[in-house]
Every structure is written in structure tokens, then in C-alpha cells.
């Protein structure tokens, strides 16, 4: 009788002593488990960065907007020189420019450039950042034909034509470059008194810009850039038509920019080029 008493003592003192064990060990792992979960949160998983480039290479083509022609201010090279310094100051990243615009040159001799242009051919494929003006000549040489006899309609079918043209224009600077962003600088109407008797010139103007818009979106990254009424408003349009001079325009040939006007042409094309930064600057 001692005996089992004995025994059912020690089988309970063994079950107290697994119960306990048990007990503390659930207690200890589970306040283990508080500690890790009170923790995790301080844990911030690290963001990736993209890195800049290391450099950039800037391909302007196009007409003597391009070139520069006009600008009376000791910078020189019209937009190009200005936007590169932009981009190269406000990114603090090194800027080249390479600078294929010929004054005269019709969306046509443009082309043609593109496809026989060895420097081109390099400099394309290397290029970060493209801009294209374009259209111009193609107006002036419609102006000429023409001459003061023009009309709207003559306008428009001339837009249609050249719709074609620029979207061949295009289709050949991807061919060399299909990732760089692609900025198309549009026509604006400097004629505001020597097309004072063509009606609905304005309006004119517009649907030409607009054709050359929708070309563009039909390209991957590629963005026009409206500058039709960078050089008129109703401050200047009421100075030319008392003075017959447009402040922001080249008073040797009353077309091109002046120096202030390639700063006002510049900043527009920075303001599309620094919303798109994801598509130039990093690698």
C-alpha cells in the first residue's frame, strides 16, 4: 500500500514537472514570438534607386531653328546651346550636343540628310535626348508659290501633304533610335502682317500643329512642343501692327527668333523635356 502511494506521489510530481516545463516553455517561445513581431515593423525594406547616367548626348535635327539662325545673343546656337546648358546645370549631369540643323531645309531635304549623313548615323544611336524642328520651309516654300494669294484651304492641303512627310521624317530617326524620347518642336505664325488679308490664317496655323501633334503620338516617346503663340499675343500683335516689328522675332528678317526669343523657345521645350526625365536620365 506504501508502495503505490509512493508510486502515484512521484507519477504526480512528474506530471507538475512536465506541466511546468511545458507551461514555460509555450510562455518563454510565445514571448520570443512578441519580441520578433514588436521588431519586424522597424524593419524598412530598403528602396532601389536607379542611377543617373553618367553622361548625356543630345541630337538636334532639323531647320535653321535648329541651326540657331537669329540669335542675337553672344550664347549663340539658338536652342540647342540653351537647353543643353539647362539640362547639364539643372541635372548636373555633363551635356554634349550634336547639332544637325541646316537653315532652308524642308521636311524633304531633312530626310534626306537623315538617310545619307555618316555623323548622323554615329550620333543618333547614341543619343539620350532628340529634338526635331521641322515644317518651316516646307510653309515658306507654300508662301512663295503662292504669294499673297494664299488661302486657308492652300494651308491645308499643303498640312496633309506634309503630315506624310513627317511621319516618314519619323519613322527614320526611330529606325536609327527606337528608346530616346523624341521632342517635335512645332511651327508658329510670324506673318501676323504680311497674312493680315488671309482669313482664318490663325486657325490655319493651328490645325497645322495640331496634324503634326497627332503624327507624333502615333510615335513611341515622342512629344510635340507647341510653340505657335510663344511670339503672339495681344501685347505684340498690337506693337506689330503699330511699329511692324515683333519684338521677339530677328528684325534682319522679321521670321527667326531673336535672342530673347530662342530663351522663350527654350524654356518650352525644358518644361516637356523635365516631365520626362524616367525616359533620358537614368540607365
Same mark, same amino acid.
Not at 550634336?98 to 545619307?116: A, C, E, L, P, W
Not at 511692324?244 to 530673347?260: I, Q, S, W
Given at each position: 500500500?506504501?508502495?503505490?502511494?509512493? /508510486?502515484?506521489?512521484?507519477?504526480?510530481?512528474?506530471?507538475?514537472?512536465?506541466?511546468?516545463?511545458?507551461?514555460?516553455?509555450? +510562455?518563454?517561445?510565445?514571448? !520570443?514570438?512578441?519580441?520578433?513581431?514588436?521588431?519586424?515593423?522597424?524593419?524598412?525594406?530598403?528602396?532601389?534607386?536607379?542611377?543617373?547616367?553618367?553622361?548625356?548626348?543630345?541630337?538636334?535635327?532639323?531647320?535653321?531653328?535648329?541651326?540657331?539662325?537669329?540669335?542675337? $545673343?553672344?550664347?549663340?546656337?539658338?536652342?540647342?546651346?540653351?537647353?543643353?546648358?539647362?539640362? +547639364?546645370?539643372?541635372?548636373?549631369?555633363?551635356?554634349?550636343?550634336?547639332?544637325?540643323?541646316?537653315?532652308?531645309?524642308?521636311?524633304?531635304?531633312?530626310?534626306?540628310?537623315?538617310?545619307?549623313?555618316?555623323?548622323?548615323?554615329?550620333?543618333?544611336?547614341?543619343?539620350?535626348?532628340?529634338?526635331?524642328?521641322?515644317?518651316?520651309?516646307? =510653309?515658306?516654300? #507654300?508662301? +512663295?508659290?503662292?504669294?499673297?494669294?494664299?488661302?486657308?484651304?492652300?494651308?491645308?492641303?499643303? !498640312?496633309?501633304? =506634309?503630315? $506624310?512627310?513627317?511621319?516618314?521624317?519619323?519613322?527614320?530617326?526611330?529606325?536609327?533610335?527606337?528608346?530616346?524620347?523624341?521632342?517635335?518642336?512645332?511651327?508658329?505664325?510670324? =506673318?501676323?502682317?504680311?497674312?493680315?488679308?488671309?482669313?482664318?490664317?490663325?486657325?490655319?496655323?493651328?490645325? /497645322?500643329?495640331?496634324?503634326?501633334?497627332?503624327?507624333?503620338?502615333?510615335?513611341?516617346?515622342?512629344?510635340?512642343?507647341?510653340?505657335?503663340?510663344?511670339? !503672339?499675343? $495681344?501685347?505684340?500683335? $498690337?506693337?506689330?501692327?503699330?511699329?511692324?516689328?515683333?519684338?521677339? #522675332?530677328?528684325?534682319?528678317?522679321?521670321?527667326?527668333?531673336?535672342?530673347?526669343?530662342?530663351?522663350?523657345?527654350?524654356?518650352?521645350?525644358?518644361?516637356?523635356?523635365?516631365?520626362?526625365?524616367?525616359? /533620358? #536620365?537614368?540607365?
Amino acid at each position: 500500500m506504501k508502495k503505490k502511494s509512493i /508510486w502515484i506521489i512521484v507519477v504526480i510530481l512528474i506530471l507538475v514537472a512536465v506541466s511546468g516545463g511545458t507551461y514555460y516553455f509555450v +510562455q518563454g517561445n510565445h514571448q !520570443q514570438q512578441e519580441v520578433v513581431t514588436k521588431k519586424a515593423p522597424n524593419k524598412k525594406p530598403k528602396k532601389k534607386t536607379v542611377p543617373k547616367k553618367k553622361s548625356l548626348s543630345l541630337v538636334a535635327i532639323g531647320d535653321s531653328l535648329t541651326q540657331g539662325v537669329g540669335d542675337s $545673343k553672344s550664347v549663340g546656337g539658338g536652342y540647342v546651346t540653351r537647353l543643353t546648358s539647362k539640362v +547639364q546645370n539643372h541635372y548636373d549631369i555633363p551635356t554634349q550636343p550634336h547639332n544637325y540643323g541646316v537653315s532652308g531645309d524642308t521636311s524633304t531635304q531633312i530626310m534626306t540628310r537623315i538617310k545619307n549623313d555618316k555623323n548622323m548615323h554615329q550620333d543618333l544611336p547614341k543619343a539620350d535626348i532628340i529634338t526635331i524642328t521641322v515644317g518651316g520651309n516646307d =510653309f515658306m516654300h #507654300l508662301l +512663295q508659290k503662292k504669294g499673297l494669294d494664299l488661302t486657308a484651304g492652300d494651308i491645308a492641303d499643303e !498640312q496633309v501633304k =506634309f503630315d $506624310k512627310r513627317l511621319k516618314q521624317l519619323l519613322t527614320d530617326v526611330r529606325s536609327y533610335n527606337k528608346t530616346a524620347p523624341i521632342y517635335l518642336i512645332g511651327i508658329y505664325n510670324p =506673318f501676323s502682317v504680311y497674312l493680315s488679308n488671309v482669313k482664318n490664317a490663325k486657325t490655319a496655323f493651328i490645325n /497645322w500643329n495640331r496634324g503634326s501633334a497627332r503624327v507624333a503620338a502615333t510615335f513611341n516617346k515622342t512629344y510635340f512642343v507647341d510653340i505657335n503663340n510663344l511670339y !503672339q499675343t $495681344k501685347q505684340v500683335d $498690337k506693337k506689330v501692327k503699330k511699329t511692324g516689328v515683333n519684338p521677339y #522675332l530677328y528684325k534682319k528678317d522679321h521670321f527667326h527668333p531673336n535672342g530673347t526669343g530662342y530663351d522663350m523657345m527654350t524654356d518650352k521645350i525644358f518644361a516637356k523635356v523635365s516631365t520626362t526625365t524616367k525616359e /533620358w #536620365l537614368y540607365k
